[in-house]
């Protein structure tokens, strides 16, 4: 059971390449988000989907664009990277719906982003 | 808005200690609170959770309740393990206005031997 899978692990970018993070997960739930972690600022959302063809900011949307492919798949797109945008990501996904109070979220192991 | 407060770490704890890590939230309506659990290199995972006021939620040796009137959900643990070290992220359910999970900036916990 993979749970979420997000790919790649690593990642070193220069200032200005452009990138694809992936995930996709196999427990049919409908909700996936986007997420980066920084040292003291704790999880910050990106963007989230409630629903495949669906897609929200969330917090700290700018520099990304994010796509539901289908129902098993959100990727993370950043168009022209800068440094600011080092962290570790991570994306997760919940059965419930996007308002559900007892939204239990499943995250992915991460995605390490350097930009130099 | 919602928000969560946690208490800032790291919180070092000789092993079988006590262990308490504060939570306190800010919430429209009455949102469900979870603690998740961060292991070194690793996604979050759920701990445990409670959904309404009065619950406790409970999960390896670890306890929070739900404290309406204080608006809090500490985590406890009566005797803490070196395999425990991890960091603790409390986070409220959506309600009210807010539509998706809200997260507190996370707790390290380091357990010495």
């Known amino acids: 059971n993979a749970g979420v899978t997000q790919t790649p692990k690593f990642q070193v970018l220069k200032t200005g390449q452009s990138m694809t993070l992936q995930c996709a997960q196999d427990m049919n739930h409908n909700s996936m988000y986007w997420y980066r972690q920084d040292p003291g600022m704790g999880l910050r959302l990106i963007y989230y989907?409630?629903?495949?063809?669906?897609?929200d900011k969330g917090e700290v949307p700018n520099g990304y664009n994010v796509s539901r492919l289908n129902k098993r798949e959100f990727s993370l797109r950043l168009e022209s990277a800068a440094p600011s945008q080092t962290s570790v990501y991570f994306c997760?996904?919940?059965?419930?719906?996007?308002?559900?109070?007892?939204?239990?979220?499943?995250f992915g192991a991460g995605s390490r982003l350097t930009v130099l | 808005g919602n928000s969560v407060t946690q208490m800032e770490g790291p919180v070092t704890l000789s092993e079988e200690a006590f262990l308490t890590i504060n939570c306190t939230y800010t919430a429209t309506g009455y949102p469900s609170l979870f603690w998740y659990v961060q292991y070194p290199g690793e996604g979050l995972q759920l701990l445990l959770k409670a959904t309404k006021a009065d619950d406790k939620g409970s999960n390896k040796g670890f306890e929070a309740t739900y404290r309406k009137e204080t608006t809090s959900f500490h985590l406890e643990k009566g005797s803490v393990q070196v395999s425990d070290s991890a960091v603790y992220f409390c986070a409220l359910g959506a309600s009210g206005g807010s539509y998706i999970p809200t997260f507190g900036r996370g707790t390290s916990l380091i357990v010495h031997p």
């Open positions: 989907s409630a629903s495949e063809g669906t897609t």
């Open positions: 997760a996904s919940s059965e419930a719906r996007v308002g559900s109070g007892a939204n239990v979220l499943t």
